[in-house]
């Protein structure tokens, strides 16, 4: 029976000479099993421990030599094993709360006297110098000669870099790094992400720049990345656009998509409400969605995109006279905020409704309605704006649906008075 954890054993009897502990517990490899007693010949179940520093170990005898045990907090991987000769505590922790419940029941057996037959004993040998290394928790590797083949990753890891490797996938065995928070691939050639990159519960870095990326799945917007990931970095990639889904990633902090492809933002970029840094410089930006409004952002760039001019007369119209009545029905179903879902009305239409755009008026519309851009100061979504192009400007276009022939001729008229005046 093996067990690893951090243990650090407490003499009992230091305190009587004033002498206090170290109060840390170094990694260690605990076993129990069987030993010979070089003075008696007999043998004896022990429970041995082994650190870097005595890799040997040091052996505690167990039948009828365990005074208490302490486990109070057994389920957060921590216990305490009062020896009675010598006197000390061992004290247990940052051990898998399983494991720790068959070593202790297999050491109060042993303790007890049981038949050694029925107890899962081990050979109390010196253990490797990689067992009782302590937990590592950052890796980079940033040359493919240092990449490991025929190693497994350490499952302790919390950052893991793996650059300039020349990746072209995701290799699977980095997503069973269930502590891991950040995740660096930058640098490689890969072309397409697992949707079980949002498995890693408790990723909120993924850094994916300069690589040969064409899409970003709807299945990783929806997964546990929408609770955990704050910093995603997609810059320098083949991108064309983002899922609508994308906006689910509500606690995105910083987002970076600059060197890209992309003809348009998510619509429902508002919904980011926790951005606080966006850049996409550098790709092909016309205009930007009208939820780019409700962003409140601490630094903005946009440079290097072809902007349109916006001219509110230069429109798009999808009306249709009379609006067909699945317009009319999905419009009522948005404005009067029904609940609905795929198991209330067709799955096709919930996707309409996802990508609902909003009027002037306040009033939704969804395949039917005018369009055009307007021009915004960038000032009034971010505190820090990067100049937009060369001539030192910071407005841009932003899309404006119109869901009526009234509404978009209202609109008119104010341009036209702001323009008089």
């Known amino acids: 029976m093996k067990l690893q954890c951090d243990v650090e054993v407490v003499n009992r009897m230091l305190p009587s000479f004033g002498i206090r502990n170290r109060g840390k517990g170094v990694r260690a490899v605990l076993s129990i099993g069987k030993h010979v007693d070089k003075t008696s010949h007999r043998s004896n179940i022990y429970m041995m421990i082994c650190t870097a520093k005595d890799r040997a170990g040091s052996r505690y005898k167990l039948k009828d030599n365990i005074e208490k045990f302490f486990t109070w907090f057994v389920e957060e991987g921590k216990a305490t094993v009062r020896i009675k000769e010598p006197a000390v505590d061992i004290c247990l922790s940052k051990a898998d709360a399983n494991s720790l419940k068959n070593f202790l ?87 397409k992400l697992p949707a079980t990159i949002g498995d890693l519960g408790c990723l909120s870095e993924l850094i994916l720049h300069n690589n040969h990326l064409e899409a970003f799945s709807e299945a990783l917007c929806l997964s546990t990345l929408q609770r955990t990931l704050q910093l995603l970095d997609l810059s320098q990639n083949r991108l064309r656009s983002l899922p609508a889904q994308f906006c689910q990633l509500k606690e995105l902090v910083n987002l970076k998509l600059d060197d890209n492809e992309l003809v348009c933002l998510p619509f429902h970029m508002g919904r980011l409400s926790s951005l606080r840094f966006l850049s996409a410089a550098h790709n092909q930006l016309a205009v930007l969605p009208g939820d780019f409004r409700k962003l409140s952002l601490e630094n903005l760039d946009l440079f290097g995109n072809p902007f349109v001019q916006p001219n509110p007369l230069d429109h798009t119209m999808k009306l249709k006279f009379p609006l067909p009545l699945q317009e009319l029905a999905t419009r009522a179903v948005a404005n ?86």
């Open 336 to 421: 009067l905020r029904l609940p609905y879902g795929p198991h209330l009305i067709p799955a096709h239409l919930c996707r309409d409704l996802e990508v609902a755009k909003t009027c002037e008026c306040g009033c939704v519309c969804l395949n039917y309605f005018i369009k055009t851009a307007v021009s915004m100061n960038l000032h009034q979504v971010s505190h820090t704006v990067v100049l937009v192009d060369d001539m030192g400007g910071t407005d841009a276009p932003v899309q404006q649906h119109f869901c009526s022939l009234s509404c978009y001729s209202e609109f008119l008229d104010k341009a036209l008075q702001r323009g008089i005046r």
């Open 105 to 191: 029941s297999a050491a109060r057996l042993a303790d007890r006297g049981s038949d050694a037959s029925s107890l899962p004993l081990s050979t109390l040998t010196p253990v490797r110098a990689r067992d009782v290394e302590q937990p590592k928790k950052k890796l980079s590797i940033v040359s493919k000669k240092d990449y490991p083949l025929t190693s497994s990753f350490p499952y302790s890891l919390e950052q893991l870099q793996v650059s300039y490797c020349k990746l072209s996938r995701v290799d699977m065995r980095m997503l069973s790094l269930k502590a891991l928070r950040k995740l660096d691939l930058s640098n490689n050639h890969i072309k």
